[in-house]
């Protein structure tokens, strides 16, 4: 009689073990943050051939490591009066791509004079193309894309900015 019990016994243990084992939770991924836009400064774009304001905008400054690398990544959307500005230590030619950027931009690509060198429109999300400056540049401003075109945007037009 002792051994149908022990045998009882032992099933049970086994199968609390196997069903403790089966049912453990999937690991759960971190799930990335929104990342907010925090006003840094006003940034206005001039048009070289009569000194008009074409857009003043609010902007984030990128002037370190990390922000340069992150930049607008990981955001859903950005408002149309925004942008932000990248500040490079030195001038020279610049290349961006769109990994892990979830909507459209336009950059624009500035020397250290603060004039347009060049532009790149309509940047598609997720895209890790190259998307160069096609000339020295020690700033870039991401936009939202649309924006050049409809500030008829040239190069020669300027930009002024003040930090907050």
Do not use: H
């Amino acid at each position: 009689m002792k051994r149908p019990y022990f045998k009882i016994v032992c099933l049970s243990a086994s199968l609390f073990v196997l069903g403790a084992t089966s049912c453990k939770d999937e690991p759960k991924k971190p799930k990335q943050a929104e990342v907010t836009f925090k006003k840094e400064g006003t940034l206005e774009l001039i048009k070289k051939t009569n000194d008009s304001v074409i857009a003043t905008l609010d902007i984030e400054i990128a002037d370190n490591e990390f922000e340069t690398q992150t930049g607008l990544m990981y955001r859903e959307s950005m408002k149309a009066n925004r942008g932000m500005l990248f500040i490079f230590p030195d001038e020279q030619p610049r290349s961006f791509y769109m990994k892990n950027t979830r909507f459209a931009l336009d950059l624009i690509y500035l020397d250290t004079d603060k004039k347009v060198v060049s532009f790149q429109e309509n940047a598609q999300p997720f895209n890790e193309g190259s998307l160069p400056s096609n000339a020295a540049a020690k700033y870039v401003l991401e936009v939202n894309a649309g924006l050049v075109k409809q500030w008829q945007l040239a190069v020669g037009d300027s930009m002024a900015f003040k930090p907050e």
